[in-house]
């Protein structure tokens, strides 16, 4: 346990507190992002979110108070926007958003596969913002996802890329009907389609080595 990084702790904690929000504010009836965005006012909530983690992963919470110093801090940087914001986001790689109707652990799957857009850095705000709203509506895949403004060692450029998911990528009907969705929102660029089974073998695309399924 001494050889264990405390910032990479506090990294996961971070990672997981927020996955944890975000849960609880839905079954609440709200999005972190609306709250942030409309300048809503959630003190009371976030403090009692925090209170529910701090009780079910006390020593994730004491890897946060470590970093942050106190929760006011981080609900400073939630209002900043702080997991919300590309380019405002510093404290993990990505931001996620599921899709209300499919539950997380679809995206996983070796059936599942994702559309790749990749935009300069200053594009990422506004594209994710397109993406967002439409994956909450329904009109896109089951989960997006945007890498955000920390910087990653595992970055193959310095674009944001943007991850749209679908269920299953034998389904080319859906595979297509969330293409052409893209397209009607501005993304109307080619793009490719990776399936997750690539990932997980751990091919990416190199000179000369394509790993994208499709291309529309």
């Not at 990084?5 to 927020?18: I, M, Q, R, T």
């Not at 300048?39 to 909530?45: N, S, V, Y």
């Not at 590309?86 to 559309?115: C, H, L, N």
């Not at 089974?197 to 529309?216: D, L, N, P």
Request: negative net charge; glycine residues 6%.
């Amino acid at each position: 346990m001494n050889d264990i990084d405390p910032e990479s702790v506090a990294d996961v904690a971070y990672g997981l507190f927020e996955i944890f929000l975000n849960r609880e504010l839905r079954t609440w009836g709200a999005y972190l992002f609306e709250l942030v965005e409309q300048g809503i006012d959630f003190r009371d909530d976030f403090m009692e979110i925090f209170g529910q983690f701090e009780a079910d992963y006390p020593v994730l919470a004491e890897a946060l108070y470590r970093r942050f110093g106190s929760t006011d801090t981080i609900y400073s940087l939630l209002l900043q926007g702080e997991g919300v914001v590309p380019s405002r986001t510093t404290q993990m790689y990505w931001i996620v958003q599921d899709a209300p109707q499919f539950p997380s652990e679809d995206i996983d799957t070796e059936m599942g596969g994702k559309w790749l857009i990749f935009v300069s850095p200053d594009e990422a705000d506004e594209a994710w913002r397109k993406v967002r709203a439409e994956t909450c509506a329904g009109r896109l895949g089951i989960s997006a996802k945007v890498s955000t403004a920390k910087p990653n060692p595992d970055a193959k450029d310095d674009r944001a890329v943007i991850y749209v998911y679908t269920r299953d990528w034998r389904d080319e009907e859906d595979v297509m009907r969330v293409r052409e969705r893209l397209r009607e929102i501005g993304f109307v660029e080619r793009i490719g389609y990776k399936r997750n089974i690539e990932t997980y073998h751990g091919e990416y695309s190199e000179k000369g080595k394509r790993v994208t399924f499709y291309s529309a």
